[in-house]
Protein backbone atom coordinates (compact mmCIF):
# COMPACT_ATOMS: atom_id res chain seq x y z
CA UNK A 1 0.00 0.00 0.00
CA UNK A 2 0.80 3.78 -0.79
CA UNK A 3 2.50 5.78 2.12
CA UNK A 4 1.42 9.25 2.04
CA UNK A 5 2.62 12.22 4.37
CA UNK A 6 2.49 15.98 4.00
CA UNK A 7 4.90 18.32 1.65
CA UNK A 8 8.03 19.49 3.92
CA UNK A 9 8.80 23.56 3.95
CA UNK A 10 11.79 22.30 1.65
CA UNK A 11 9.96 20.56 -0.88
CA UNK A 12 7.50 23.41 -1.32
CA UNK A 13 10.21 25.44 -2.25
CA UNK A 14 12.24 23.35 -4.59
CA UNK A 15 8.27 22.20 -6.63
CA UNK A 16 8.14 25.80 -6.51
CA UNK A 17 10.78 26.38 -9.17
CA UNK A 18 9.35 23.77 -11.16
CA UNK A 19 5.72 25.25 -11.33
CA UNK A 20 4.17 24.10 -8.38
CA UNK A 21 0.78 25.77 -7.89
CA UNK A 22 0.65 26.55 -4.04
CA UNK A 23 -2.93 28.09 -4.38
CA UNK A 24 -4.95 24.93 -5.05
CA UNK A 25 -8.73 25.15 -4.91
CA UNK A 26 -10.54 23.15 -1.79
CA UNK A 27 -13.27 20.61 -2.51
CA UNK A 28 -16.46 20.71 -0.94
CA UNK A 29 -16.15 17.79 0.89
CA UNK A 30 -12.72 19.31 2.38
CA UNK A 31 -15.38 22.54 3.00
CA UNK A 32 -18.07 20.73 4.72
CA UNK A 33 -15.37 19.00 6.72
CA UNK A 34 -14.13 22.14 8.19
CA UNK A 35 -11.68 23.42 6.23
CA UNK A 36 -12.77 26.99 5.57
CA UNK A 37 -15.17 26.92 8.79
CA UNK A 38 -14.77 29.99 11.33
CA UNK A 39 -13.36 32.55 8.83
CA UNK A 40 -12.62 35.52 11.10
CA UNK A 41 -12.17 38.92 8.97
CA UNK A 42 -8.86 38.69 6.76
CA UNK A 43 -8.23 34.82 7.41
CA UNK A 44 -6.98 32.99 4.43
CA UNK A 45 -7.86 29.23 4.28
CA UNK A 46 -4.27 27.34 4.89
CA UNK A 47 -3.45 23.58 3.93
CA UNK A 48 -1.02 21.84 6.46
CA UNK A 49 3.09 21.28 5.55
CA UNK A 50 4.85 18.80 7.57
CA UNK A 51 8.24 20.55 8.21
CA UNK A 52 8.54 23.06 11.03
CA UNK A 53 9.02 26.87 10.60
CA UNK A 54 12.12 27.45 12.73
CA UNK A 55 12.30 30.88 14.33
CA UNK A 56 14.46 32.17 17.68
CA UNK A 57 11.89 32.67 21.17
CA UNK A 58 9.61 33.80 18.22
CA UNK A 59 6.84 36.39 19.62
CA UNK A 60 3.42 35.11 18.01
CA UNK A 61 0.02 37.10 17.47
CA UNK A 62 -2.87 36.32 18.51
CA UNK A 63 -3.65 35.74 14.75
CA UNK A 64 -0.95 33.26 14.38
CA UNK A 65 1.74 35.86 13.02
CA UNK A 66 5.96 35.71 14.22
CA UNK A 67 6.13 39.30 15.00
CA UNK A 68 10.04 38.72 16.63
CA UNK A 69 12.51 36.39 16.39
CA UNK A 70 15.01 34.98 20.00
CA UNK A 71 15.78 31.62 21.42
CA UNK A 72 14.96 28.68 19.00
CA UNK A 73 11.39 27.38 18.99
CA UNK A 74 9.96 25.03 16.56
CA UNK A 75 6.21 26.18 15.42
CA UNK A 76 3.89 24.02 12.48
CA UNK A 77 3.65 25.37 9.49
CA UNK A 78 0.85 25.71 6.97
CA UNK A 79 0.80 27.85 2.91
CA UNK A 80 -2.10 30.71 3.10
CA UNK A 81 -4.47 31.43 -0.05
CA UNK A 82 -2.11 33.47 -1.04
CA UNK A 83 0.92 30.84 -1.16
CA UNK A 84 3.04 32.26 1.74
CA UNK A 85 3.99 30.02 3.80
CA UNK A 86 2.58 30.96 7.70
CA UNK A 87 2.48 29.87 11.22
CA UNK A 88 -0.63 27.27 11.78
CA UNK A 89 -1.58 27.07 15.53
CA UNK A 90 -1.59 23.74 17.39
CA UNK A 91 -4.36 21.64 17.59
CA UNK A 92 -6.82 24.18 15.66
CA UNK A 93 -9.39 23.13 12.83
CA UNK A 94 -9.92 24.42 9.36
CA UNK A 95 -6.34 23.37 7.75
CA UNK A 96 -6.53 21.27 4.54
CA UNK A 97 -4.79 18.73 3.61
CA UNK A 98 -2.51 17.79 0.31
CA UNK A 99 -1.40 14.35 0.13
CA UNK A 100 1.92 13.13 -0.86
CA UNK A 101 3.16 10.29 -2.02
CA UNK A 102 6.38 8.75 -3.76
CA UNK A 103 5.69 6.96 -7.30
CA UNK A 104 5.22 3.21 -6.51
CA UNK A 105 4.25 0.02 -8.25
CA UNK A 106 0.75 0.32 -6.79
CA UNK A 107 0.17 3.30 -8.02
CA UNK A 108 1.94 3.01 -11.39
CA UNK A 109 -0.65 -0.08 -12.50
CA UNK A 110 -3.28 1.51 -11.27
CA UNK A 111 -3.25 5.15 -12.57
CA UNK A 112 -4.94 7.22 -15.27
CA UNK A 113 -1.98 9.30 -17.51
CA UNK A 114 -3.91 12.47 -18.47
CA UNK A 115 -1.03 14.61 -19.86
CA UNK A 116 2.63 13.98 -19.54
CA UNK A 117 5.73 15.99 -20.42
CA UNK A 118 9.70 15.94 -19.42
CA UNK A 119 9.09 17.13 -15.97
CA UNK A 120 5.67 16.40 -14.44
CA UNK A 121 2.81 13.65 -15.25
CA UNK A 122 -0.66 14.92 -14.62
CA UNK A 123 -2.95 11.47 -13.92
CA UNK A 124 -5.58 10.16 -11.73
CA UNK A 125 -5.22 7.98 -8.81
CA UNK A 126 -7.74 6.70 -6.34
CA UNK A 127 -11.14 8.13 -5.79
CA UNK A 128 -12.67 10.27 -2.84
CA UNK A 129 -15.22 12.44 -2.44
CA UNK A 130 -15.02 15.99 -3.87
CA UNK A 131 -17.59 18.31 -4.60
CA UNK A 132 -21.31 18.63 -3.83
CA UNK A 133 -23.97 17.18 -7.26
CA UNK A 134 -26.30 19.92 -8.81
CA UNK A 135 -29.58 20.54 -6.87
CA UNK A 136 -31.55 18.47 -9.84
CA UNK A 137 -29.17 15.35 -9.22
CA UNK A 138 -29.82 15.96 -5.50
CA UNK A 139 -33.58 16.10 -5.65
CA UNK A 140 -33.52 13.07 -7.56
CA UNK A 141 -30.84 11.33 -4.74
CA UNK A 142 -33.03 11.97 -2.37
CA UNK A 143 -36.14 10.33 -3.82
CA UNK A 144 -34.20 7.07 -4.06
CA UNK A 145 -32.74 6.59 -0.34
CA UNK A 146 -35.55 5.38 0.90
CA UNK A 147 -35.60 2.00 -1.30
CA UNK A 148 -31.94 2.28 -1.55
CA UNK A 149 -30.21 -1.44 -0.38
CA UNK A 150 -26.53 -1.43 0.79
CA UNK A 151 -24.52 -4.43 0.14
CA UNK A 152 -22.79 -6.31 2.66
CA UNK A 153 -18.93 -5.44 1.63
CA UNK A 154 -20.73 -1.81 1.29
CA UNK A 155 -17.56 0.71 1.02
CA UNK A 156 -17.00 3.36 3.94
CA UNK A 157 -15.82 7.00 4.32
CA UNK A 158 -14.06 7.64 7.66
CA UNK A 159 -13.71 11.70 7.44
CA UNK A 160 -12.33 14.36 10.00
CA UNK A 161 -15.49 16.39 10.97
CA UNK A 162 -14.68 19.58 13.36
CA UNK A 163 -17.55 20.73 15.44
CA UNK A 164 -17.99 23.27 17.58
CA UNK A 165 -18.08 22.52 21.20
CA UNK A 166 -21.42 24.01 22.12
CA UNK A 167 -19.95 23.87 26.12
CA UNK A 168 -17.45 26.90 24.89
CA UNK A 169 -18.07 28.32 21.70
CA UNK A 170 -14.69 30.13 21.49
CA UNK A 171 -13.23 26.36 21.51
CA UNK A 172 -13.30 23.59 18.78
CA UNK A 173 -14.11 19.64 19.24
CA UNK A 174 -12.73 17.76 16.67
CA UNK A 175 -14.19 14.29 16.31
CA UNK A 176 -14.23 11.48 13.65
CA UNK A 177 -17.87 10.41 13.14
CA UNK A 178 -18.58 7.10 14.23
CA UNK A 179 -20.44 5.86 12.03
CA UNK A 180 -18.74 6.11 8.90
CA UNK A 181 -20.43 7.95 5.29
CA UNK A 182 -21.68 4.52 3.35
CA UNK A 183 -20.71 4.44 -0.63
CA UNK A 184 -24.46 4.65 -2.66
CA UNK A 185 -23.89 3.70 -6.04
CA UNK A 186 -26.65 4.42 -8.52
CA UNK A 187 -26.75 4.44 -12.10
CA UNK A 188 -22.83 3.44 -11.55
CA UNK A 189 -22.15 6.68 -10.32
CA UNK A 190 -20.37 6.87 -6.84
CA UNK A 191 -21.78 9.21 -3.62
CA UNK A 192 -21.77 9.68 -0.14
CA UNK A 193 -24.29 11.58 1.77
CA UNK A 194 -23.56 14.00 4.26
CA UNK A 195 -25.85 15.90 6.47
CA UNK A 196 -24.67 19.44 8.41
CA UNK A 197 -25.37 20.15 11.74
CA UNK A 198 -25.77 23.16 13.71
CA UNK A 199 -22.53 22.72 15.14
CA UNK A 200 -20.66 21.88 12.29
CA UNK A 201 -17.81 24.32 11.61
CA UNK A 202 -18.84 24.57 8.29
CA UNK A 203 -21.88 26.03 8.25
CA UNK A 204 -21.64 29.53 6.41
CA UNK A 205 -18.90 28.81 4.52
CA UNK A 206 -19.19 28.88 0.92
CA UNK A 207 -19.20 26.19 -1.81
CA UNK A 208 -17.60 25.76 -4.87
CA UNK A 209 -21.16 26.57 -6.64
CA UNK A 210 -21.17 29.80 -4.72
CA UNK A 211 -24.19 28.55 -2.35
CA UNK A 212 -23.57 28.72 1.41
CA UNK A 213 -23.52 25.89 3.66
CA UNK A 214 -26.72 25.37 5.86
CA UNK A 215 -27.62 23.88 9.24
CA UNK A 216 -29.69 19.85 8.86
CA UNK A 217 -29.01 20.43 5.43
CA UNK A 218 -28.59 16.82 3.14
CA UNK A 219 -25.55 17.18 0.92
CA UNK A 220 -24.73 14.69 -1.62
CA UNK A 221 -20.86 14.26 -2.67
CA UNK A 222 -20.12 12.78 -6.20
CA UNK A 223 -17.06 10.18 -5.77
CA UNK A 224 -14.62 11.17 -8.32
CA UNK A 225 -11.14 9.94 -9.19
CA UNK A 226 -8.18 12.05 -7.29
CA UNK A 227 -6.39 14.22 -9.83
CA UNK A 228 -2.49 14.46 -9.02
CA UNK A 229 1.03 16.04 -10.26
CA UNK A 230 3.97 13.85 -10.58
CA UNK A 231 7.58 15.73 -10.60
CA UNK A 232 9.92 13.16 -11.87
CA UNK A 233 13.50 14.87 -10.93
CA UNK A 234 11.83 14.89 -6.82
CA UNK A 235 10.16 11.78 -7.61
CA UNK A 236 7.12 13.35 -5.77
CA UNK A 237 3.34 13.10 -6.33
CA UNK A 238 0.78 15.77 -5.00
CA UNK A 239 -2.78 15.74 -4.75
CA UNK A 240 -3.79 19.05 -6.74
CA UNK A 241 -6.71 20.12 -4.61
CA UNK A 242 -7.21 20.27 -1.06
CA UNK A 243 -8.99 16.97 -0.62
CA UNK A 244 -10.14 16.76 3.47
CA UNK A 245 -9.47 18.76 6.15
CA UNK A 246 -7.31 17.96 9.36
CA UNK A 247 -5.80 18.58 12.96
CA UNK A 248 -2.78 18.00 14.84
CA UNK A 249 -2.40 16.53 17.92
CA UNK A 250 0.12 18.07 20.29
CA UNK A 251 -0.61 15.31 22.60
CA UNK A 252 3.26 13.76 22.86
CA UNK A 253 5.03 17.23 22.17
CA UNK A 254 7.06 18.59 24.87
CA UNK A 255 8.46 22.33 25.09
CA UNK A 256 6.87 23.62 21.75
CA UNK A 257 8.54 21.51 20.02
CA UNK A 258 6.39 19.92 17.06
CA UNK A 259 6.71 16.89 14.99
CA UNK A 260 4.98 16.05 12.64
CA UNK A 261 5.22 12.26 13.27
CA UNK A 262 3.12 13.01 16.63
CA UNK A 263 0.48 14.69 14.84
CA UNK A 264 -3.38 12.64 13.79
CA UNK A 265 -3.02 14.09 10.62
CA UNK A 266 0.37 11.65 10.09
CA UNK A 267 -1.73 8.41 11.57
CA UNK A 268 -4.93 9.35 9.55
CA UNK A 269 -3.18 9.36 6.24
CA UNK A 270 -1.22 6.35 6.39
CA UNK A 271 -3.91 4.26 8.01
CA UNK A 272 -7.41 5.67 6.96
CA UNK A 273 -6.62 8.01 3.93
CA UNK A 274 -4.91 5.53 1.77
CA UNK A 275 -7.91 2.74 2.13
CA UNK A 276 -9.92 5.19 1.69
CA UNK A 277 -8.64 6.11 -1.81
CA UNK A 278 -8.89 2.63 -3.20
CA UNK A 279 -11.93 2.09 -5.59
CA UNK A 280 -14.80 -0.20 -4.47
CA UNK A 281 -14.65 -1.71 -8.01
CA UNK A 282 -11.68 -1.83 -10.07
CA UNK A 283 -11.90 -0.96 -14.08
CA UNK A 284 -8.65 -0.28 -15.69
CA UNK A 285 -8.46 1.53 -18.89
CA UNK A 286 -4.87 1.67 -19.57
CA UNK A 287 -2.17 -0.44 -18.79
CA UNK A 288 0.79 0.96 -17.12
CA UNK A 289 4.29 -0.15 -16.54
CA UNK A 290 7.06 0.98 -13.88
CA UNK A 291 10.80 2.13 -15.90
CA UNK A 292 13.57 4.01 -14.66
CA UNK A 293 13.90 7.56 -15.05
CA UNK A 294 17.46 9.21 -13.78
CA UNK A 295 17.63 6.71 -10.72
CA UNK A 296 13.86 7.51 -9.93
CA UNK A 297 10.70 5.48 -11.10
CA UNK A 298 8.43 7.20 -13.96
CA UNK A 299 5.62 5.94 -15.25
CA UNK A 300 5.17 5.19 -19.36
CA UNK A 301 1.84 3.76 -20.39
CA UNK A 302 2.22 0.09 -22.51
CA UNK A 303 1.31 -0.01 -25.58
Not at 144 to 157: G, L, M, T
Request: aromatic share 12%; glycine share 4%; net charge negative.
Amino acid sequence: MSKFTLLSEKELNELTKLGFNRTPKFTDYAILTGCQGFKKDGETSKWLLSSNIQTNNAIVSKDGLILELGDSHIYPAAVDSEGKINFAEENMPFYGVRPVTKLTEDIARNAKIIYENSKTINLEYGEFPQNVTSEDLSTQLNEQIASYEFPDNVKRYLPIITYYNPENPVNYKIDRIKLPYKEYVIDENKFILMITSKDFLSVNSILNDKTKVIKDQNYWLEIKPIKWTYYKDMDLMISDNVLFTGEMSMDKIKDYAYFYEDTDIYKYLDETFSRNIIPSKKEPEKVISLKPHNNVVSMHISR
